[in-house]
């Protein structure tokens, strides 16, 4: 028996799982011409495509083929003011003395337009950004209708959202938003704003500025008053413009940490109120009586899931000492099987880092990790010699220390880490300047809500991760940024209570 | 506890501890993994390779109480020959379906007709598909089969005495089947529908493979649910961590309710990526399905011709 036990042991340290298999999927890539770009896009404002007084341009490219797909406008400070003007007109002469009702007609509308055009959406999401179609197919464009569903249905409710109270709309928002779901971001930012009777000026991000140009031509579909929603681009710039625009009553923004910093400095001693959903290091942890397998699946979607540019992605892994051997192979087995490649083929899983500056500070991360003494793996898998692409890879003999282990990388780079004890685990995870996520995988019920109750993290989920809905809130503790959109919580940013 | 078997070997009581800490599932985290598999789109080459690869996996099944002779000579007939129109119009050669699976008492039917094809011949066993019969029972039934000369036992395991948690019992009637099948292989059906939650799926895994099963199978087609993909999944997982384990390679059969060639796909993807390359064969992977054939076969010709062809087109067996 014991002799047995003995080969079988030795023959395991050999069996390896062969992942590239004789039978293989051809391509199956989704076709572009079911998608209409323009060659240049110009500012919206006022309803109307207006061309920037700044008269600067700048390409946008595919970040998989690094072919330029258009050129947009690229916001001055008088186009910036511009906007505000038409926002702040169209809020004191017709949005806000709308009935709530009318309003949540128009909102609808546009929720409505943009599940027809959603395969459009979807491939020029992809196109732009680089993320996978089924991802931008099944994960950004529904869930960026929906939020504008959601919404126009609290239009004429806000009563109830806030019994006993008087709301009012704050007036003009100014919005700033993020390259990893371009057009959700701009759904979580309007909506709200819109249904409770504010206006907006929206800046979409340097590299992802075509779903929010699509987005205003639905806005014109929908007859939507002129004025109420206006959509610029521009860098960092014009979001500067924005911010520091004397006519603006609110921010919301969603970016990095630094710029978060920079914006509450710039609005200090104004009456501009802000939200800010900023950077995170969102701590995975797997306990010994968790169902693996389940928990590996969510830990990969948690950390590779477009492509790690997640806020909110499962970036440091905490495994139980005891099962730690075992979730790694299966970690590493289950890299294997992730094909990255062309966003459009449908087969993807993996698309395009999103620009060349992204790519270069995964390698710089990449590279620290090494350097640390961090173990390095990554997927063996084939990447297109053009565009920027990134291997899914990870770390393990991570320690605490690491700045792979503390800092927010952006990418498709996981930190393992190794723990024994639950206070242990949530020292561990709580010991970051971040805040947004974290995840808790166990079959036990107790555990988790004492997890819960003492991890500090905006959204904690329990087996499972990455779950949004509309319904439910999202934002950060600590310098993950405050304010929370989504849900009804999402409401409160963008209305003034009376008594 | 009721000392039917002869010998509870306290290696078993060890094990019995084992089977108890038998990895948690957890069915949502199962479902959506399952469901992403049949996001792969399979088109091309790999759709006709795939359907080749199905088509050769498939155990084709006559299990009736009307069951002739007549009957299963056509069956084994259709296994050599699955549909030579196909080679007519193609100047390709189809393969031949894995085996035919029948009761005992047709497997010498079956092996004389299939002759020297290389089609195997499995037959289920152990009284079928109740599996309540006493032990001495189901053995002789096993060796009868093996004896008409079947080279697989696909046999059920008592759910009665699993779900009263007598594991015990449960491994050592395996082991006892296995000893009784000589050099067939044994595929152990777990029956699935009658197991209630995905838990007991994957404990029944264990204890199948540690008995000494060659094979697990979902079900026998007599219970709905039958196959379903989530299933399947959490069995395939098994296996891999069995592997890894001991080095033993163990091969799985999902039976019962795959009658179409995309969902028969969607099942191969998960195959592909859960275990790879070693499984993808009819050694290691088998489909149970009585129907699937010919909508394999529509879909074969579908993909040489652009059209599909009437069902009259292809032979009911």
Redesign the interface.
Same mark, same amino acid.
Request: net charge positive; proline share 5%.
């Given at each position: 028996m014991a002799i047995t036990k003995k080969k079988a042991a030795k023959k395991s340290n050999t069996v390896k799982l062969k992942f590239d298999t004789s039978w293989t999927y051809d391509p199956a890539p989704e076709s572009k011409s079911a998608a209409t770009i323009a060659k240049q896009y110009d500012l919206f404002i006022n309803g109307e495509w207006q061309k920037p007084q700044s008269k600067k341009y700048f390409d946008t490219i595919n970040p998989a083929t690094e072919e330029k797909l258009s050129e947009v406008a690229e916001a001055g400070e008088a186009d910036v003011d511009k906007a505000v003007k038409a926002a702040r007109n169209a809020h004191e002469k017709v949005w806000k003395k709308m009935p709530a009702k009318e309003r949540a007609k128009y909102i609808f509308r546009i929720a409505r337009i943009m599940q027809e055009k959603a395969r459009e959406l979807a491939i020029i999401e992809s196109l732009d950004g680089g993320k996978p179609i089924r991802e931008s197919r099944d994960f950004d464009i529904p869930t960026a209708s929906n939020h504008f569903f959601y919404y126009a249905g609290w239009a004429d409710k806000l009563e109830y959202a806030f019994p006993n109270r008087q709301t009012a709309p704050l007036g003009v928002a100014a919005q700033i938003i993020p390259w990893n779901f371009p057009l959700l971001m701009a759904a979580w930012k309007i909506a709200p704003a819109i249904a409770t009777g504010n206006t907006v000026v929206l800046k979409s991000a340097e590299t992802t500025p075509l779903t929010a140009y699509k987005l205003a031509e639905i806005i014109r579909e929908a007859d939507l008053p002129p004025g109420v929603v206006n959509i610029i681009s521009g860098a960092g710039a014009t979001g500067a413009a924005m911010v520091n625009h004397p006519d603006v009553n609110k921010i919301a923004f969603t970016g990095s940490t630094d710029v978060g910093k920079i914006i509450q400095r710039a609005i200090a001693g104004t009456n501009k109120k802000v939200t800010l959903e900023l950077g995170g290091k969102a701590a995975n942890i797997i306990f010994e009586d968790a169902p693996i397998d389940q928990a590996v699946e969510g830990v990969i979607n948690g950390i590779f899931f477009n492509q790690g540019h997640v806020c909110c992605a499962g970036s440091r892994l905490y495994v139980q000492e005891s099962i730690a051997k075992i979730v790694i192979r299966k970690l590493k087995d289950r890299l294997e099987s992730l094909i990255v490649g062309d966003p459009l083929d449908k087969n993807t899983d993996i698309g395009a880092i999103n620009s060349k500056a992204q790519l270069d500070t995964i390698h710089k991360y990449i590279s620290i990790g090494k350097k640390e003494g961090a173990e390095m793996y990554e997927s063996s898998c084939r990447i297109p010699g053009k565009g920027f692409f990134c291997r899914p890879t990870l770390f393990t003999n991570v320690a605490q220390s690491n700045r792979i282990a503390q800092e927010e990388i952006f990418g498709p780079v996981l930190s393992v880490l190794t723990f024994r004890t639950d206070d242990e685990v949530i020292e561990k995870a709580n010991n970051s300047p971040y805040g947004l996520s974290a995840g808790v995988w166990t079959d036990k019920g107790s555990k988790i809500f004492n997890m819960t109750k003492r991890m500090r993290a905006g959204v904690v989920w329990a087996n499972t991760f990455n779950k949004f809905d509309p319904t439910s809130p999202f934002g950060g503790y600590k310098e993950s940024g405050f304010g929370r959109e989504g849900g009804l919580h999402g409401l409160l940013p963008y209305v003034e209570l009376r008594s | 506890m009721a000392v039917q078997h002869k010998k509870p070997a306290p290696?078993a009581t060890v094990r019995n501890n084992y089977f108890h800490s038998s *990895? *948690?599932?957890?069915q949502? @985290?199962?479902e /959506?993994?399952a469901s992403r598999f049949t996001?792969?789109?399979?088109? $091309? /080459?790999? #759709?006709k390779? @795939?359907l080749l %690869?199905v088509l050769n996996m498939i155990d084709l099944t006559t299990l009736e109480g009307k069951d002739t002779d007549g009957k299963v000579k056509q069956l084994c007939y259709k296994a050599m020959h699955p549909h030579d129109a196909y080679t007519t119009l193609t100047g390709e050669e189809l393969p031949t379906v894995a085996a035919i699976c029948v009761y005992p008492s047709m497997v010498k039917v079956a092996k004389k007709a299939l002759g020297d094809s290389g089609i195997k011949v499995a037959s289920v066993a152990t009284a079928f598909p109740s599996g309540q019969a006493p032990a001495d029972i189901k053995i002789r039934d096993t060796k009868y089969a093996v004896n008409e000369g079947a080279d697989e036992v696909d046999m059920v395991i008592s759910r009665g005495k699993f779900h009263a948690g007598e594991y015990n019992f449960v491994f050592d009637e395996i082991a006892a089947i296995k000893e009784a099948c000589g050099d067939a292989r044994l595929k152990v059906i777990l029956e699935t529908g009658e197991l209630g939650t995905l838990d007991k799926v994957r404990r029944a895994s264990d204890i199948a493979m540690e008995a000494g099963a060659d094979f697990i199978k979902t079900s026998t087609g007599k219970i709905q649910p039958a196959a379903t993909m989530p299933v399947t999944l959490v069995m395939l /997982?098994a296996i891999?961590d069995f =592997? =890894? #384990?001991?080095?033993?390679m163990i091969g799985m059969k999902p039976a019962g309710g795959i009658s179409k060639s995309k969902l028969a796909l969607h099942y %191969?993807v998960m195959v $592909?990526?859960v %275990? @790879? /390359?070693?499984w %993808?064969n009819n050694e290691w992977f088998r489909f149970g399905a009585s129907s699937l054939a010919n909508d394999v076969l529509m879909q074969l010709v579908k993909g040489k011709t652009g059209l599909y062809q009437a069902a009259n087109y292809f032979s009911a067996d």
């Open positions: - | 290696a *990895p *948690p599932i957890d949502v @985290g199962v /959506e993994r996001k792969r789109s399979i088109k $091309k /080459e790999s #759709k390779n @795939g %690869l /997982e891999r =592997y =890894y #384990k001991t080095g033993k %191969l $592909k990526e %275990l @790879g /390359e070693d %993808l």
